[in-house]
C-alpha cells in the first residue's frame, strides 16, 4: 500500500499530531450526531494507550481563514471527552504560544484539542509557512480524516512531509476497503451509481466503465440515459442537454466490455409527494405527463441477478426518489441484496456518499455492508480515480 500505521510508529512518549474529522452538525452548542467522533475513537484511544501524547488537529465549518467564536471547537469537547472516557484538554489557538503551553502541559497518554485550524488563512492555502508552526508542537503526524483527505491543507498535506507520518485506524480502514472496491478487487464488479444529475458525475462515469464489468444506473440520472437512447421521459428530471454525452458514456463502456443496466420499468407518478398515485410502466411507456421516480420490479430483478452474479460491489447514490414513499422500493430491495449477499459471505460491498449512507440507513443495512464510508466528497473523487493529496502526502 505505500503508507505506514501507527503499529510502525513507535508512540510511547511522542507528542502525535493526529489530523482528525469531527466536523460534526451542533446545535445551540449541543453535537446532534457524534458520528464522527466515535470513528475516532480506536486512534486516539491506541496511541493513548500506548503512551503517546495526542494532539487533535480539525477543522470545524467554514470560517475562511478568520476567528468566528461560533465555530470554535470548544463546543465539541464534553462529546470527545465523554465518548473517549478521558479528560481532554483545550488550546484556544492551534499554533503560537498558546498551543505551545498546552502541548508542554501534556503527560504521556493525554488528550489535547487544539482550535479550528481554518481559523487561519494558511490552512486552506496549504501554507508552508503555516504547517511548519504545526510541526513544532510534535514529533510525529497521524492522518485519520480521510474525508478531508481530497484537501491539500497545511493540516492534511504540508504538515504529513514535514513530520514522520503514518494513517491512523479510521484511514488505514477507508484506504483499505477501498483498494478491495475498486484497486485490486475480486471481479466481477458491480457500480450502482444513482443520483439526481448525470452532471455531477461526469468523471465517475468514466472512470467506472473502465473499471467495472456492470454499471447500474438509477435515478434522475437514468432518465438522461433513457433520453438518450430515443425514450420519452414525460416530465421527468432529465438532463436533455446531456444526451450525448449519455451516449458517449454508453459507447465507451460497450468498447470496454461494461454492461450498463438502464430501467426497463419504471415507476411514475403525477405528482411529487408521498403516498402520490403511482403505477408501474415499461420504460418506453412512460406517459407524456408522469415522472419517472423509481426502478420498478422487474428492473429491481436485473439488479439482483447482477449482484448475485458478483464478488465486488461500490455503491453511490439511490435507485429512485428514495426519501418518499412508495418511491424508495427499489433502492430498499436492492439494498437488502446487496447486505444478503455480504452476510453470506459472497459480496464485498463498499458504499459511500451522502445520499447513500442516508438510504441504506433507511433500508436498515448499512451495517451489514463491508464497509460504509461517511467521506463524501473524498469517496467521490476517489471513485472518480484523482489521486487524493492527503492519501499522496502519506507515501501512498
Known amino acids: 500500500m505505500g503508507w505506514k500505521t501507527i503499529d510502525e510508529m513507535d508512540l510511547a512518549g511522542k507528542r502525535a499530531l493526529v489530523r482528525v474529522d469531527v466536523n460534526v452538525p451542533v446545535e445551540a452548542g449541543r453535537v446532534t450526531d457524534a458520528t464522527r467522533i466515535e470513528r475516532i475513537l480506536p ?5 493513548a494507550d500506548k503512551g503517546g501524547r495526542v494532539i487533535l488537529l480539525a477543522h470545524f465549518d467554514r470560517p475562511k481563514g478568520r476567528v468566528v467564536p461560533e465555530m470554535s471547537l ?3 469537547v464534553p462529546t470527545l471527552e465523554e465518548k473517549l472516557g478521558r479528560k481532554v484538554a483545550f488550546a484556544e489557538d492551534c499554533v503560537g504560544d498558546a498551543a505551545q503551553a498546552a502541548v508542554d502541559a501534556l503527560s ?17 492555502k496549504n501554507e508552508l509557512e503555516f504547517a511548519e508552526k504545526l510541526a513544532h508542537l510534535g514529533d510525529l503526524y497521524v492522518n485519520d480524516a480521510f474525508s478531508a483527505a481530497h484537501r491539500a491543507h497545511a493540516s492534511t498535506e504540508a504538515l504529513a512531509r514535514l513530520l514522520p507520518a503514518c494513517a491512523g485506524r479510521l484511514m488505514a480502514e477507508e484506504l483499505s476497503a477501498l483498494d478491495k472496491a475498486l484497486g485490486n478487487p475480486e471481479r466481477p464488479v458491480v457500480a450502482v451509481v444513482g443520483g439526481a444529475k448525470v452532471s455531477t458525475k461526469l468523471d465517475l462515469l468514466s472512470n467506472l466503465v473502465e473499471k467495472v464489468d456492470t454499471l447500474v444506473i438509477g435515478g434522475g440520472m437514468a432518465n438522461t440515459f433513457l433520453a438518450a437512447q430515443g425514450l420519452d421521459v414525460g416530465k ?10 449519455a451516449k458517449e458514456i454508453a459507447q465507451k463502456a460497450a468498447d470496454k466490455g461494461c454492461t450498463i443496466l438502464l430501467p426497463r420499468d419504471v415507476v411514475v407518478a403525477r405528482e411529487f409527494k408521498a403516498g402520490a398515485a403511482s403505477e408501474t410502466v415499461k420504460a418506453e ?3 407524456a405527463d408522469a415522472m419517472i421516480l423509481d426502478a420498478g420490479p ?7 441477478m447482477a449482484l448475485e452474479n458478483a464478488k465486488t460491489l461500490v455503491w453511490n447514490g439511490p435507485l429512485g426518489a428514495f426519501e418518499i414513499e412508495p418511491f424508495d422500493r427499489g433502492t430498499v ?9 455480504t452476510k453470506a459471505g459472497k459480496l464485498v460491498s463498499v ?5 447513500t449512507v442516508a438510504a441504506l440507513n433507511a433500508a436498515g443495512v448499512a451495517q451489514d455492508f463491508s464497509y460504509v464510508s461517511t467521506a463524501g466528497g473524498a469517496f467521490l473523487e476517489w471513485m472518480e480515480g484523482k489521486v487524493l493529496p492527503g492519501v499522496k502526502a502519506l507515501g501512498a
Open 43 to 47: 486512534t486516539v484511544n491506541d496511541i
Open 74 to 76: 470548544k463546543q465539541i
Open 108 to 124: 504521556d497518554g493525554e488528550v489535547l484539542l487544539l482550535e479550528n485550524t481554518r481559523f487561519h488563512p494558511g490552512e486552506e
Open 236 to 245: 421527468s428530471l432529465c438532463e436533455h442537454d446531456l444526451t450525448g454525452t
Open 285 to 287: 411507456d412512460t406517459p
Open 298 to 304: 422487474d428492473s429491481v430483478a436485473h439488479v439482483e
Open 333 to 341: 430491495a436492492a439494498a437488502k441484496k446487496a447486505a444478503e449477499l
Open 351 to 355: 458504499a459511500g456518499g451522502g445520499d
